[in-house]
């Protein structure tokens, strides 16, 4: 139903920046970023509701800024003073939900995108 598409990611140094994007083929209520290192995890960055209420992990905690443009279905992370640790595929997630006789929740995940943090 909802397909997105992700960009932004790529090779930076220690303490550098970078921007991340995600674009809804359709109106979500809320959206975040998810990295995933090799063996680990899935586990939240940040995200946004479509109420511009937002989440951050601790990991990222001042580090991250998440916004959104409703009327382009548009999320976007902006990460600053990039650590090692940093080093990621990142995921966008998108959440619908549909009322009627049940609610039912859906999600979406994006292809993901490679953040690379060299000292």
């Known amino acids: 139903q909802v397909q997105l598409v992700e960009s932004g990611g790529g090779l930076v140094q220690a303490g550098g920046s970078l921007r991340l994007s995600c674009t809804a083929s359709g109106s979500t209520f809320s959206m975040g970023w998810y990295s995933q290192a090799p063996g680990k995890q899935r586990e939240l960055g940040a995200r946004?509701?479509?109420?511009?209420?937002?989440t951050d992990a601790d990991s990222v905690k001042g580090r991250v800024i998440i916004s959104r443009d409703n009327a382009k279905n548009t999320v976007y992370m902006q990460m600053n003073r990039l650590k090692l640790e940093d080093t990621a595929v990142y995921y966008c997630?998108?959440?619908?939900?549909?009322?009627?006789?049940?609610?039912?929740?859906?999600?979406?995940w994006g292809q993901g995108t490679q953040v690379t943090v060299s000292s």
């Open positions: 946004i509701s479509c109420g511009g209420r937002t």
């Open positions: 997630n998108a959440r619908t939900i549909l009322v009627g006789i049940r609610l039912r929740e859906y999600d979406y």
